[in-house]
């Protein structure tokens, strides 16, 4: 079976994978090409749209572990994660 080029390659945020395409993991993994679907779903975070964390405000405060950050959307539709 051929190695596929996954670290090289970067995620597309679909939900839905075909089975013959490269699935996101780490070489440590062993990713192959053709692997399940499965593979794909473990390896890869969740997907949160910038919408649902800022809730049409500018700017929101993320406590993590105690600590507060601050993550806003710029002018230019960039977004900023400051502590």
């Given at each position: 079976m051929k190695r596929c080029d996954c670290e090289a390659r970067?995620?597309?945020?679909?939900?839905?994978?075909?089975?013959?395409?490269?699935?996101?993991?780490?070489?440590?993994?062993?990713?192959?090409?053709?692997?399940?679907?499965?593979?794909?779903?473990?390896?890869?975070?969740?997907?949160l749209d910038s919408e649902e964390l800022l809730r049409g405000h500018r700017a929101v405060e993320i406590s993590h572990k105690g600590v507060l950050y601050r993550l806003q959307a710029t002018r230019f539709g960039k977004l900023i994660l400051t502590k």
């Open positions: 970067v995620p597309q945020p679909t939900a839905t994978t075909a089975s013959s395409e490269c699935q996101t993991a780490t070489r440590a993994q062993g990713c192959l090409a053709g692997a399940p679907q499965a593979h794909a779903e473990a390896a890869r975070p969740p997907l």
